[in-house]
């Protein structure tokens, strides 16, 4: 059966699509079977995968709202291993267009539950807000991914989404766990981002990956070229990164 692993931080410009893109690809690239389900309006996921997102007919959007079968809204093998549920601006009406449903917080996890068995691993990229779209994130989720970037107020934010985390395991979904928080853009350069990375591991009592994320040009780049990091410069620190995250993530599964 497959993992389901939400990436969230309310916070945005963390690294959470980049994450979610270069996370799957890595996984893809160690054999595992992979979905992405792009959760966020903003579509990043979705385009950075070189698909054109304002021209799809079935989104998560129109799986949201009962208007499309999950195996309609899948695109398979973007790349190799790696399918995914695509997201465009659309999604954005959600919210309102759900008002007055019942059970709303549950809708993606009943559409999960259909093709998991399917994958190996789920990756959910999550807005950068604690919303309703988060929320259906964490109920289908298994454990949360926190993306965090090396700088001034990373912890800010943070006590209020691990609070978010416990409150829909409490409530929503009993079995949800912290897969662990992953530093993201740091620069070895600079005091500030060891610093970010001792005070974080000092003030919290969650699993911190040892993978770091590099601050790296070439991760930057990717995306405008509809590429993850290991399929545009296979060589590149980015790359190693991610490839070392996705090798973490796999031995943390084998331990549990």
């Keep these: 059966m497959g993992k ?14 980049t994450t979610s893109i270069n996370l799957s690809a890595a996984l893809a690239a160690k054999g595992k079977n992979v979905l992405v389900i792009d959760t966020d ?10 698909i054109e997102k304002n021209e799809l007919e079935n989104t998560i959007y129109e799986l949201m709202l009962s208007e499309c079968s999950i195996k309609e809204c899948i695109i398979n093998d973007v790349i190799k291993g790696v399918s995914i549920i695509p997201s465009n601006v659309n ?8 008002i007055g449903v019942d059970r709303k917080e549950f809708i993606l996890k009943r559409e999960v539950e259909w093709i998991k068995e399917s ?19 964490m109920t289908t ?26 409150l829909v395991k409490e409530r929503l979904n009993n079995d949800l766990d912290m897969e662990g928080v992953v530093f993201t853009m740091y620069d070895s350069r600079t005091n500030l981002s060891m610093q970010v990375v001792e005070n974080v591991k000092s003030n919290l009592n969650q699993k ?19 590429m993850p990091i290991n399929m545009y410069d296979s060589k590149s620190a980015g790359a190693e990164a991610y490839m070392s995250l996705a090798e973490e993530i ?7």
Excluded: M, W
């Excluded at 389901?4 to 699509?17: D, F, L, R, S």
């Excluded at 309006?41 to 070189?50: E, H, I, K, V, Y």
């Excluded at 999604?91 to 759900?98: F, K, R, S, V």
């Excluded at 298994?142 to 912890?155: G, H, K, N, R, T």
């Design 4 to 17: 389901i692993i939400a990436i969230a931080n309310q916070k945005g410009g963390v690294g959470k699509t």
């Design 41 to 50: 309006p903003q579509g990043n996921t979705t385009s950075g995968f070189g």
């Design 91 to 98: 999604l954005a009406a959600t919210e309102i267009e759900l």
């Design 119 to 137: 994958y190996d691993y789920i990756v959910i990229d999550c807005p950068p807000s604690l919303n309703l779209l988060t929320i259906n994130s």
């Design 141 to 166: 989720a298994d454990s949360v991914l926190v993306p965090i970037q090396c700088e001034y107020y990373a912890l800010e934010g943070l006590s209020q989404l691990i609070h978010t985390i416990n």
């Design 208 to 226: 911190v990956f040892s993978t770091v994320i590099p601050r790296n040009i070439r991760l930057a780049e990717a995306p405008s070229y509809g």
């Design 250 to 256: 796999i031995n943390n599964g084998k331990e549990n």
